[in-house]
Nanobody, 126 residues
Framework: EVQLVESGGGLVQAGGSLRLSCAASGFTFDDYAIAWFRQAPGKEREGVSC????????YYADSVKGRFTISSDNAKNTIPLQMNGLKPEDTAVYYC???????????????????WGQGTQVTVSS
């Protein structure tokens, strides 16, 4: 069974850091694009970042550029998301998602992804 599991969420003060991780079971990320999305209360789910495992290319939402870093831990088959300089507006449930192929210019479109995790809560206090 294919599963994605997020971890690393929590409560942090503004300006702090968190490191999320997306782990896969039932498949390996080798030929996949893996993205992080987030959904704040009352808002639509939005793309945060994406990485193409085959070549390491990355994409970021403008709102997180320079603060968040997506990477790939091949040995552990996980996709970490390092979040620095957190702001209260980063508060949301964060989800990872995967699909075969590359991120591409439309990486932020939810419908492109076949597998989703259950999410992990990130709360940033002011």
């Amino acid at each position: 069974e294919v599963q994605l599991v997020e971890s690393g969420g929590g409560l942090v003060q503004a300006g702090g850091s968190l490191r999320l991780s997306c782990a896969a079971s039932g498949f390996t990320f080798d030929d996949y694009a893996i993205a992080w999305f987030r959904q704040a209360p009352g808002k639509e789910r939005e793309g945060v970042s994406c990485i193409t495992r085959s070549d390491g290319s990355t994409y970021y939402a403008d709102s997180v550029k320079g603060r968040f870093t997506i990477s790939s831990d091949n040995a552990k088959n996980t996709i970490p998301l390092q979040m620095n300089g957190l702001k209260p507006e980063d508060t949301a449930v964060y989800y990872c998602a995967a699909r075969r192929g590359r991120c591409g210019s439309g990486w932020f479109r939810l419908g492109k992804y076949d597998y989703w995790g259950q999410g992990t809560q990130v709360t940033v206090s002011s």
